[in-house]
């Protein structure tokens, strides 16, 4: 059985693969060693192997899978190893995605391993039937276990029906509705097939319930629902990507949690070796996860109920932001994923992307809003649709009759109500809006005025506690105090998303005192040694990489190295310098450094 280089080795890259050029093309030129190189570039396609060929690449996670499952050489074959079949039948050398994770040929069939192999392997650690006898857990387990496998397999079966369309040389399409892809290389006598990516698609992950009949018999559907009536449904809801309410759905959560370790592990290996990851592209499908199942158990995020994150008017969905992303972030880092977003610029960033979050214009993401009673306006999200945070919902919300947004004109008009408190005392550098969320509660221990001038020369208005007027006028209430980051990135859309986060998280600590602090000020800049990224399991070289990629880094002096050694706790660390221009607080004019473009 040949391996995987075999594969490679048939896609067209040797000489006897290049089509012939016609007459009527022009005149091609031979290159150094006589081969003719067809001017424009030919699709080579993808070679039609055989499945034996196709499974031979992945001997080695196929063998781990048996050890995993725990079984004899029979039982194996028969229960997972056909399963395995059926799917690769199905997908053959197709890839998960035209340029992201899991891009080459056999891309989706290695996805669909490496999901079902860790799925499986976090069902060890799970009891599944919590409330059942021991005698019944024991009949059960078994079945779940199967499932489990079965649903991380199929987790992107979906993506053969709506992202990519399948023809042979003569332009005939792939009907993958009707039999699998080798099926059809085989009756039309296909040497090899071409694709064609479809752009600017959503996830449809529902349509994968309709080509699973190829891949799961109906005896092995049989066979898990006996003796139950749940295994099944939560198998399909999690390869649909339905949420099943009123019960949770530990089958999937461990499919979830390995899609996001295995593209967070691809993407991450890919970024060392090629050095343009796509990290965060697909973060979409948890974060809406996120946003659902919070509105659905949350009771701060009751629709138009007092305080609430989610405000649903006449002029559409809104949740107040970013206090909702610090409650998103918890309920991921709960679940254990890895590869989450912790910065809400960064989750803004991803869902407006996707098209989750309607931005108000091409320069501003967020809205202003006044829900009633509200004496001032707050910042927040508008969602593309309120389907996609009430769906599944047996009962959808109404909305308000009055409409929520705050017009532009009216920025600088003051709301009704009684009479706004004093305004801090005046300082100069930026000045940080003040009525920009709901009095909600915030983590931070509030600061006076005063200590706040007097712990560090460099930190400017935005560190000015914010008195935010008491919501009963007939009770006297004492303000609540909110404390505003003196120090706070400010880089470019472009940067690396992972990269973002942890450096987000470095500068952050400037508004620390003590050991917690990340980095330090030197004469040009910003000093973070590299040991920092990694201790928030960002590589030095990707880190490096993607902050010279958008020029936010100063080159030691008299070199061009984007590095340097310096005392820093008492120790000698290597490091980088980031450009003050990129961190609010922090003065350029105060810094030998020149003044940069900004994105």
């Known amino acids: 059985m040949r391996g995987f280089g075999h594969i490679l080795g048939g896609l067209g890259l040797q000489r006897s693969s290049v089509p012939p050029v016609a007459d009527s093309d022009p005149p091609s030129s031979p290159d150094k060693r006589g081969n003719a190189l067809a001017y424009p570039p030919v699709d080579p396609g993808i070679p039609a192997l055989p499945i034996e060929e196709v499974l031979g690449a992945h001997q080695d996670l196929i063998d781990r899978i048996k050890v995993c499952y725990g079984v004899d050489r029979q039982t194996f074959e028969h229960e997972l190893l056909s399963l395995i079949r059926r799917y690769a039948e199905f997908v053959h050398l197709l890839p998960a995605t035209p340029d992201n994770y899991f891009n080459a040929p056999g891309g989706l069939l290695r996805m669909g391993l490496e999901v ?15 409330r059942s006898t021991i005698t019944t857990r024991r009949h059960l387990e078994p079945r779940w276990r199967h499932a489990t496998f079965i649903a991380g397999l199929c ?3 979906h993506r053969t029906l709506c992202h990519v369309i399948v023809t042979n040389e003569n332009g005939d399409e792939w009907q993958p509705y009707l039999l699998p892809l080798s099926s059809w290389l085989t009756r039309h006598h296909v040497a090899r097939f071409f694709l064609k990516w479809l752009p600017n698609v959503h996830e449809s992950r529902t349509l994968g319930i309709f080509v699973l009949p190829h891949v799961i018999p109906a005896e092995v559907l049989q066979h898990l629902a006996t003796g139950n009536s749940i295994i099944v449904p939560h198998m399909m809801a999690s390869i649909s990507g339905m949420p099943v309410y009123r019960e949770h759905n530990i089958l999937d959560d461990l499919v979830r949690r390995s899609v996001a370790l295995v593209i ?16 965060g592209s697909h973060l979409e499908r948890y974060l809406v996860d996120a946003l659902r199942r919070l509105v659905s158990s949350n009771s701060a995020w009751n629709p138009n109920a007092e305080k609430s994150r989610v405000w649903f008017g006449a002029d559409g969905l809104f949740i107040v932001w970013p206090n909702a992303a610090t409650e998103i972030r918890k309920l991921l880092e709960s679940d254990q994923l890895p590869g989450i977003p912790k910065a809400p610029e960064t989750m803004l960033e991803i869902l407006v992307a996707a098209g989750v979050f309607e931005p108000q214009d091409s320069s501003l993401a967020t809205w202003q809003i006044v829900p009633p009673e509200s004496k001032t306006a707050i910042e927040a999200v508008k969602l593309s649709s309120p389907a996609i945070l009430f769906a599944g919902i047996d009962s959808a919300p109404k909305p308000l009759s009055i409409a929520l947004v705050r017009a532009p004109t009216d920025s600088s008009t003051p709301l009704p109500g009684p009479p706004a408190p004093a305004a801090p005392p ?17 983590e931070t221990e509030p600061v006076a005025v005063d200590q706040v001038a007097s712990a560090s020369p460099a930190r400017t208005a935005e560190d000015v506690v914010v008195p935010i007027p008491a919501p009963n006028d007939s009770v006297p209430a004492k303000p609540a105090l909110v404390v505003m980051p003196a120090f706070k990135l400010e880089a470019p859309m472009r940067l690396n998303p992972a990269v ?14 003590g050991s917690d602090v990340a980095a330090c000020t030197v004469a040009s800049g910003l000093f973070i040694p590299l040991a920092e990224f990694e ?4 590589e030095p ?5 993607a902050l010279t990629e958008v020029k936010m880094l100063v080159q030691a002096a008299g070199t061009k190295s984007q590095t340097l050694a310096r005392d820093f706790g008492g120790e000698q660390k290597v490091g980088l310098v980031l450009s003050p221009h990129f961190v609010a607080g922090l003065e350029a004019d105060n810094f030998d450094v020149p003044d940069i473009g900004r994105d």
């Open 116 to 130: 079902a192999f860790f799925s499986l392997q976090g069902t060890d650690g799970h009891i599944f039937s919590g």
């Open 155 to 157: 987790c992107e079966i």
């Open 264 to 279: 967070d592990r691809y993407l991450r290996a890919s970024a060392d070796r090629y050095g343009k990851p796509q990290l």
């Open 426 to 442: 005046a300082t100069t550098g930026k000045r940080f809006p003040v009525a920009q969320q709901l009095p909600l509660p915030i």
């Open 500 to 513: 973002r986060d942890a450096l987000a998280q470095i500068v952050d600590t400037l508004n620390r005192d």
């Open 535 to 538: 201790r928030r399991k960002i």
């Open 541 to 545: 070289s990707l880190a490096l990489r």
